[in-house]
């Protein structure tokens, strides 16, 4: 059984950086399409951020393209996620995803439906 642990969260004041880890436990010989989604109160969880199996494929949801940076290291089962220049928007809580398909290495998937695990998520706090 999969499971993702997602640490990093905080307090941070507006224009900080943070990053977010996202370990994968079980099957950690398989790498597989991973993805980082928040939610903000009141509001449905959206998709941030996602990479391939391979690593060299990224796709990120606009109001993000240019401060934050998803990546997955090559000696380890887990993605990251850089945030720079945050703003009170950014604050939410943020999840990292799995998406359990052994296909295509270049595939990134933005649609939460496409995700099989979930992690329990870590809380970024931006104050103005």
């Known amino acids: 059984q999969i499971q993702l642990v997602e640490s990093g969260g905080g307090l941070v004041q507006a224009g900080d950086s943070l990053r977010l880890s996202c370990a994968v436990h079980?099957?950690?010989?398989?790498?597989?399409?991973m993805g980082w989604f928040r939610q903000a109160p009141g509001k449905e969880r959206e998709f941030v951020a996602a990479?391939?199996?391979?690593?060299?494929?990224?796709q990120y949801v606009d109001s993000v393209e240019d401060r934050f940076t998803i990546s997955r290291p090559s000696d380890k089962n887990a993605v990251y996620l850089q945030m720079n220049n945050l703003t009170p928007e950014d604050a939410a809580v943020y999840y990292c995803?799995?998406?359990?398909?052994?296909?295509?290495?270049?595939?990134?998937?933005?649609?939460?439906?496409?995700?099989?695990?979930w992690g329990q998520g870590t809380q970024v706090i931006v104050s103005s």
């Open positions: 995803g799995l998406v359990a398909k052994t296909g295509e290495p270049y595939v990134v998937y933005v649609g939460r439906g496409a995700y099989d695990f």
């Open positions: 079980g099957q950690t010989f398989t790498r597989y399409a």
């Open positions: 990479i391939s199996r391979s690593g060299e494929a990224t």
